[in-house]
């Protein structure tokens, strides 16, 4: 792109782009096996009502999960299965992780993720990524969501940044409009595209 401002942090969101579940298979035998309709396993943990205070750090994910435990009526190894079933299918991008690596050299790189409290945890044991990373903006610990603006502000702020210096990937649509409107770049993460393509459209250097 001609004229444009020198790209200096690129920013990643985490569920759906450096972590995906690749597998349902886990949750689909999770919810069938607890008499759950499609679905509502990620809708007691992400989407619902609870779910959604985790993410605005109104709870903590063991306030979630103890939810969770007493609204299915699990006991203490009910919900640990129910955990593991649910996580079983995500997979971290390695190949993503290592390149995001490569890009300290010359960028800032950071994460705004909408997540619950244990996500900065979670990158260092079961998706070992946080090193990749200089820092993470997690909605619980900010207490705003994509696509408010106010989070991009937020960390646009920390990075001591204009916003058309910086650009973030995220895979869902609505979350790159609200970067957009912000002023920042944003690029719509799919993953049989090219991110590395999208990204020198922008004048990164790889």
């Known amino acids: 792109m001609n004229n444009q401002p020198e790209i200096k942090a690129i920013i990643f969101d985490i569920g759906g782009v450096l972590i995906r579940t690749e597998d349902r298979s886990h949750r689909n035998n999770l919810e069938k096996r607890l008499g759950l309709e499609p679905g509502e396993s990620e809708i007691l943990v992400f989407n619902g009502e609870m779910g959604r205070k985790a993410q605005h750090g109104e709870i903590s994910s063991a306030e979630l999960y103890g939810w969770i435990q007493q609204h299915l009526g699990l006991d ?39 997540f619950m409290d244990a996500l900065p945890a979670m990158l260092k044991t079961e998706y070992p990524a ?27 702020k920390l990075l001591n940044l204009r916003p058309e210096e910086t650009v ?31 990204l020198k459209e922008f004048g990164v250097m790889l």
């Open 76 to 114: 203490d190894a009910g919900i640990a299965q129910f955990r593991h079933e649910f996580w079983a299918g995500d997979q971290l991008d390695t190949d993503l992780v290592e390149f995001i690596k490569s890009l300290r050299e010359k960028y800032t790189v950071c994460v705004i993720s909408n």
């Open 130 to 156: 946080a090193d990749a990373f200089h820092f993470t903006v997690v909605s619980a610990h900010v207490g705003i969501m994509k696509p408010d603006p106010r989070i991009f502000e937020y960390t646009i």
């Open 168 to 198: 973030f990937i995220d895979d869902f649509q609505h979350n790159i409009d609200g970067c957009r409107a912000v002023g920042m770049h944003g690029i719509h993460f799919k993953p049989q595209e090219n991110l590395k393509q999208k």
